[in-house]
């Protein structure tokens, strides 16, 4: 447990280093939106291939795609179901602050508890988590709050959804994945340095968008998006350790996931879109604070630690 107490606050440490950074000015005032473009584009693709050539699993672990992106889809399109009548930024920052932080928070918090061969279903359930946070809720959110028109929605959609190299990254290594084809080691071993940057420059690029700046009108807006994330956590916990048909470790693995903070990328995606995205920070830091607690909660729970 001290080690993994280490860990985050190592986590917290980088976001802090990047409020740092920001607010002295010297890298000047875009330094956030290219480091955002940085880690889309370059670390986090790394990162999912060598996450997927690093894993042995069997194919009933394909079942988790699924529960994650329904874990993350169905949160998300309850909010946009409830939010229509919501200004469009207020709107943007809801929907766009989804999903989970599972490559850069979950799956280093895991790992201290359980034994590789059940940490390999983590990856799986990210895959599914991914298609909504590495571009499904933003070609959607984009789409459907700016009202952009289009002839054929559906082809724009994916026209959209394939100009993220991330959500690319996962489309192939699912397919490759079900065919039960392994990644190349040598292709495994030179992502690792890129892969090893990507928690760090992901958590340091959050801290460069966090704003303490904070009025009564912007903590009602996070209570809104925490409170009924968290409301829906706690519906997906025990919903997965009483019908996922799957072994007693895993579903205490997914309980534990389902509580890690808000996606990393919700405040990029929150600033391309025109959303507030320094609000979108400071929610993201907010929920690294409350994922470690909760996500202890749940260990102690299931029984994964004493």
């Not at 399109?77 to 469009?88: G, I, K, M, V």
């Not at 280093?108 to 983590?122: K, L």
């Not at 040598?186 to 966090?210: H, K, Q």
Request: with cysteine; charged share 10%.
């Amino acid at each position: 447990m001290g080690q993994v107490i280490i860990k985050v606050c190592s986590f917290i440490a980088i976001i802090v280093i990047g409020m740092l950074a920001g607010r002295s000015g010297k890298l000047g005032t875009g330094a956030g939106n290219m480091l955002s473009k940085v880690v889309f584009t370059i670390t986090l693709p790394a990162t999912i291939i060598h996450a997927f050539g690093a894993a042995d699993f069997s194919r009933e672990l394909l079942l988790l795609i699924p529960i994650g992106f329904l874990c993350a889809g169905v949160p998300f399109f309850a909010t946009l179901a409830l939010t229509h009548r919501f200004d469009a930024r207020d709107r943007k920052f809801l929907l766009l602050n989804s999903g989970f932080n599972i490559g850069c928070f979950g799956l280093p918090f895991v790992q201290a508890f359980f034994p590789a061969p059940i940490v390999v279903a983590a990856c799986m359930f990210d895959a599914g988590n991914s298609l909504m946070v590495t571009g499904g809720s933003y070609v959607i959110t984009t789409m459907v709050v700016d009202g952009t028109r289009s002839a054929h929605p559906a082809s724009e959609a994916v026209r959209r959804l394939t100009r993220s190299v991330a959500f690319d990254s996962y489309l192939v290594l699912m397919a490759l994945a079900c065919l039960g084809i392994r990644i190349p080691g040598a292709i495994v071993s030179l992502t690792e340095p890129v892969a090893n940057a990507n928690a760090f420059l992901s958590l340091f690029m959050v801290g460069l968008m966090v704003s303490l700046s904070v009025d009564r009108e912007r903590l009602r807006r996070i209570a809104e998006l925490l409170g009924g994330r968290y409301c829906a956590c706690a519906i997906e916990c025990a919903l997965v350790l009483a019908l996922l048909p799957l072994a007693p470790e895993i579903r205490a693995l997914i309980a534990t996931l389902v509580w890690a903070p808000v996606s990393a990328l919700g405040p990029a995606f929150t600033l391309w879109a025109g959303g507030d995205a320094q609000l979108a920070g400071l929610a993201n830091t907010i929920s690294i604070f409350a994922g470690l607690a909760l996500m202890t909660g749940a260990l102690v729970l299931t029984g994964s630690i004493a």
